[in-house]
């Protein structure tokens, strides 16, 4: 079972699009989850459904790796692991200096290749 982690709300015929990061709520017993969660490890349930986050939490875990860059070469990313206001856990990138421990970060969508968008964390 996957789960959509962005949620296209248009108005006025698609002239204005948000874009929210959805999670997984769990319809058996109200705990939340990243947004690729299965299923529920605190009841069981496999009964999942997607709820909208408010794209803010804080830095738990950073790091900077080497990745293959466009032109070649190496190009530096940080990935980090982000705890949302809600509670769940996510795996992401993190764009802009690495906040102190307690400083928010925000969810932003990155084009990716095809028309799909990829939620980016920034500073």
Known sequence: MSAP???????DAGMVA???LMIRRCVTCDRLFAPMTAGCS????????????????SVVSWRV?????ARGG???LTVAIVELDEGPWVYASLEGEVPPAEGP????FQPRPRDDRFPVFVV
Not at 5 to 11: G, I, P
Not at 65 to 69: F, I, L, N, T, W
């Open 42 to 57: 605190s009841c069981s349930s496999d009964d999942l459904e997607c709820v909208p986050s408010s794209g803010v939490g």
């Open 65 to 69: 790796v080497d990745r293959a860059g």
């Open 74 to 76: 190496l190009v530096p």
């Open 5 to 11: 982690t962005l949620q296209h709300s248009s108005h």
């Open 105 to 108: 970060v925000r969810v932003q």
């Open 18 to 20: 948000e874009e929210i």
